[in-house]
């Protein structure tokens, strides 16, 4: 899966593609993103996240993946929800920046998306979602050199290229997304299904298509006794916790998997977790892709919070260290929308981490 794993055989059919433009037609069938800090791009994750802190939110995610080779991958992914109280219901909308290096190949989409919550018994409850999408795919033929374009005697570059290519050629098309998301009130369990319609993406009008993605994610907090910051009439309670976090997704003939854990001593957080699918193997190259280390601070004011997040992915694959691994940075800032004269609808909220 581009950018979820073996990203040496990635490297390499990135290259090769390169190398094979002038024989055949350009067609690059690109796999989705990712965010090492998956629950602090949570309505990338699954439209059921829409609205579900039960604020107002806005965030930005930036991730920087193999900064040291020409086949790096910088992903900024932009969203705000908000909760309807009176409806039950969150709104929000994300948008999201996709670039390969590489090959100059960009995709921006724009996402909007709809979750409504159900409470299915006292201790559980339910929010289905939706996400409708469009996409604009482009490419930069600007950086790539082929055969004709050098000298054969000294290898210079000397002269134009006789390919036939357009630098105007992009692709727009819509896109639709479903989740679902059960939780308590220390476990949850997720499921979204995203492209169900798996659309037409080519770049030069031919049938290449947007794999669909099946992402299933889940974790349990185990609650301690609380800590105390600040004394008397303004002491305020701060959580203490462990948080055992999974993540699975397959998209076409790949899939990848996250296992860790996150500890929260408020105001830091601090996590790590495993990425790949050991037994799991492509062209003959085991899936390890990295060990992934986070740490977070959260900023509580009056009754706003502000996160802010920075995690390392250390690349274990066959690719090596010499990649760069991979920087990823976010900021998710919420703040209390409902209106305070009103008594709290008895709502149960999330208990997964933030980042």
Known sequence: MRKLLYP??????????????????????????????????????????????QQGRVGINY???????????TT?????????EDKN?????????????????QSISLGLQYAYQLQLTKDISFRPGVQ???YNRSINFNDLRFGDQFDPSTGQLVNPTGEALNNGQSAFFPDLSFGGLFFSKNAWLGLAV????????SILGENDYLNRKL???????FFFRPGVMGTGFLAKPRERSIAPVFQYRSQGPYSQADLGLYYTFEPLIVGTWYRGIPFNSVNGYTNNECIVLLVGLTLKGEKDILNIGYSYDYTISQLGSASGGAHEFSLVYSWP???PRKPPKDKLIIPCPDF
């Not at 900064?67 to 790096?72: L, T």
């Not at 900024?76 to 309807?84: E, K």
């Not at 219901?89 to 190949?105: F, N």
């Open 8 to 53: 040496s055989l990635v490297y390499r059919s990135l290259l090769l593609l390169v190398a094979l433009i002038p024989a055949v037609s350009f067609s690059v069938t690109a796999q989705d993103p990712q965010f090492s800090q998956f629950y602090a791009a949570p309505l990338y994750m699954n439209p059921a996240f829409a609205g579900s802190t």
């Open 63 to 73: 991730r920087n993946q193999w900064p040291s080779i020409d086949a790096n991958f």
């Open 76 to 84: 900024v992914s932009a969203f705000a929800d908000f909760y309807i």
């Open 89 to 105: 219901s969150g709104v929000g909308a994300i948008l999201t920046r996709d670039y390969v290096g590489i090959v100059g190949l």
């Open 132 to 134: 409708v999408a469009v």
């Open 194 to 201: 995203h492209h169900l319609t798996e659309p037409n993406q």
């Open 215 to 221: 992402s299933i994610h889940g974790g349990w907090k």
């Open 337 to 339: 929308t409902r209106n």
